[in-house]
């Protein structure tokens, strides 16, 4: 996912906890009571101008200006079960769409409005199919 945005010379950490923890942590840095599927924590602001490869207007090669820590995506497993039981899809795909989400949110995506919904929700698509490919391809 990381290479097909453009951006190479970062790490991502990722951390799957249960309900309770990202209730805490939704509460805490969200000032929502409740527990959610995934949160983000950049370390770096989006730089003005700057998209992923292949978002529109994006020119192909423009990189990501920070090299390193790009940041955190907290996945709770508890909500990406039931998630992926109410839509009948396994535990892996579910997954695989929050950390892309949760990943965009990183880089400065965000869908506070429709037209930002509709481009976050086409990346992540983008991103699903990539990951799926990769693991299509991995040897068994």
């Known amino acids: 996912m990381l290479e097909h945005l453009g951006l190479t010379a970062v790490e991502l950490s990722i951390a799957l906890v249960d309900d309770a923890t990202i ?6 840095y969200r000032h929502k009571d409740k527990p959610t599927d995934v949160l983000s924590f950049p370390l ?10 292949g978002a529109k207007g994006a020119e192909i090669g423009a990189g990501w200006p920070h090299e ?27 997954l695989t769409m929050l950390l892309a989400h949760g990943l965009l949110h990183l880089v400065g995506y965000d869908h506070r409005t429709a037209a930002e919904d509709r481009e976050m929700t086409a990346r992540t698509r983008e991103l699903e199919a990539v990951a799926n490919a990769r693991i299509a391809g991995a040897p068994r």
Do not use: F
């Open 44 to 53: 770096h602001e989006r730089p003005p101008g700057w998209k992923p490869k």
């Open 23 to 28: 209730h805490e942590l939704n509460r805490s």
């Open 68 to 94: 390193g820590p790009l940041g955190d995506v907290i996945l709770s497993i508890d909500t990406a079960r039931r998630q992926a039981a109410d839509q009948g899809r396994p535990l892996l795909a579910e």
